[in-house]
């Protein structure tokens, strides 16, 4: 079936480390990838997107690659913070004739060691 | 508005009774969606309206929940008969829409207690 799942569900890293987060995807039709950061008791917040014409994305701390041909997707956080400590998702974008919409996968908690 | 708000943050419920959720997307988007996230978990699709067509209610997981959006702004999920199983965070989220509408921005959600 579709899917967008995680390699791992936690990650503890000490501060000051750079962390990478995977993400395997099923679906070779999609072409537009999100990662959402989400803090205990808020929603979803945005942190990089990357569409599938493109292999790296950066952006501050944080970059994006996607590698189509195994239709692995991940997350790098540069020089970890206490707060980056979050549970991370990444979410394929499911089109249709209308817009789409997101699949998420279960997330990946990140844990920062002072 | 600046950013996507929800109300209630918080709802209590009796088992039975029904219960109404409220989103305010970001001023322009035209595409609206529902999630609905249990605790520890991911995040599930249940709904989503874009511009005038008809919503995906793909995700809807029975028939006692629903949704409006009038005026092609405010939304309303509903959930009829509430039950146990139904405790979760709600999230509503919106976007511009179309396959170059750029990212799909949340609200904090609504957190559904069914006692």
């Known amino acids: 079936g579709e899917s967008v799942g995680l390699h791992l569900p936690t990650l503890s890293v000490q501060e000051g480390d750079n962390s990478i987060i995977n993400c395997a995807y099923s679906n070779s039709a999609s072409d537009y990838f999100i990662w959402y950061k989400q803090e205990s008791g808020k929603g979803p917040q945005f942190i990089i997107d990357i569409r599938s014409n493109m292999d790296k994305r950066q952006g501050q701390r944080v970059t994006v690659l996607l590698n189509k041909t195994v239709k692995h997707l991940s997350l790098q956080i540069a020089a970890t913070q206490p707060g980056d400590s979050a549970v991370y998702f990444c979410a394929e974008n499911r089109w249709d004739n209308q817009g789409g919409k997101l699949i998420f996968g279960q997330g990946t908690e990140l844990s920062v060691k002072p | 508005g600046a950013g996507v708000s929800q109300s209630p943050s918080n709802k209590v419920t009796e088992k039975g009774k029904d219960v109404e959720l409220r989103c305010d997307p970001i001023s322009g988007h035209t595409a609206l969606y529902w999630y609905r996230q249990s605790l520890g978990q991911g995040l599930e699709f249940l709904i989503y309206?874009?511009?005038?067509?008809?919503?995906?209610k793909s995700g809807l997981p029975s028939d006692r929940f629903s949704a409006e959006r009038t005026g092609g702004s405010v939304s309303t999920l509903t959930i009829q008969r509430t039950q146990q199983e139904d405790s979760a965070v709600y999230l509503c989220?919106?976007?511009?829409?179309?396959?170059?509408?750029?990212?799909?921005?949340f609200g904090p959600g609504t957190r559904l207690t069914v006692l």
């Open positions: 989220a919106s976007s511009l829409g179309g396959s170059r509408g750029g990212p799909t921005i």
């Open positions: 309206f874009q511009g005038n067509s008809a919503p995906d």
